[in-house]
């Protein structure tokens, strides 16, 4: 089946500094990828749409200059936290469409930030 | 009203038992559903998709209720492994993103 690759799996950063995270599709290409959050015992909130090529669709209330997204390939979208601070703390998962494969949703294995 | 709405859970079940989760949504114009099951620090994955007629996998029953804007999934004969979040999700038509509910957890015991 389809798989969707995310680096990296946990990432302490310091209050003021830039992350990036990755997300690449193994085995077929992603022409969309999505970007979410989670806070404990919430659920998954869409950040973005990534789409190849094009500049990214942010959700309401989602600031598309604190989060970067780059979607430069059919395989790989980069989500880059700028200047990250204490409440930008969460678990950040990326999903992509096979679209080979009914349409189906693989969702990469996230990423855990810690800002301190 | 939020999009998509669960049992705020958690549920406590011993092994063997019968387990039913409920969730609704909001948007009409909703087309496909799904159950997902995540596990702790971990991505959600698909449990099953939810089709009109009602669909089976094993010991999981999903069923969906398009006029009451219901679904659920029933979880017969429960196992210890079968502890988890579940996820009730929603993709609107014409649209490719999901709408995840808040989660119902389920906790198995011995």
């Known amino acids: 089946g389809a798989v969707v690759s995310q680096h990296p799996s946990w990432v302490i950063c310091k209050s003021g500094t830039s992350v990036k995270i990755e997300c690449r599709s193994l085995d077929f290409q992603a022409t969309t990828m999505f970007w979410y959050r989670q806070f404990p015992k919430q659920s998954l909130m869409l950040m973005a749409t990534?789409?190849?090529?094009?500049?990214?669709?942010?959700e309401q209330g989602v600031e598309k200059d604190k989060f970067l997204i780059n979607h430069a390939s059919l395989t790989l979208s980069t989500l880059t936290v700028t200047s990250a601070h204490p409440e930008d703390s969460s678990f950040y998962i990326c999903?992509?469409?096979?679209?080979?494969?009914?349409?189906?949703?693989?969702f990469g294995s996230g990423t855990r930030l810690t800002v301190v | 009203r939020k999009e998509v709405e669960q049992d705020p859970g958690p549920f406590n079940v011993p092994e063997g038992a019968t387990v039913a989760f409920n969730c609704t949504y909001s948007?009409?114009?909703?087309?496909?559903f799904f159950w997902y099951r995540q596990d702790c620090r971990k991505e959600p994955k698909l449990l099953m998709s939810v089709y009109s007629s009602g669909n089976e996998d094993g010991r999981f029953t999903a069923q969906l209720n398009r006029a009451s804007q219901y679904i659920s999934l029933l979880i017969r004969d429960s196992k210890l492994s079968d502890s988890a979040t579940y996820l009730c999700?929603?993709?609107?038509?014409?649209?490719?993103?999901?709408?995840f509910g808040k989660g119902t957890m389920l906790l198995v015991s011995p």
């Open positions: 999903s992509a469409r096979d679209w080979k494969v009914n349409y189906g949703y693989t």
């Open positions: 948007n009409s114009a909703s087309q496909s």
């Open positions: 999700v929603v993709n609107r038509a014409g649209y490719s993103t999901l709408t």
């Open positions: 990534s789409n190849e090529g094009s500049k990214a669709t942010y």
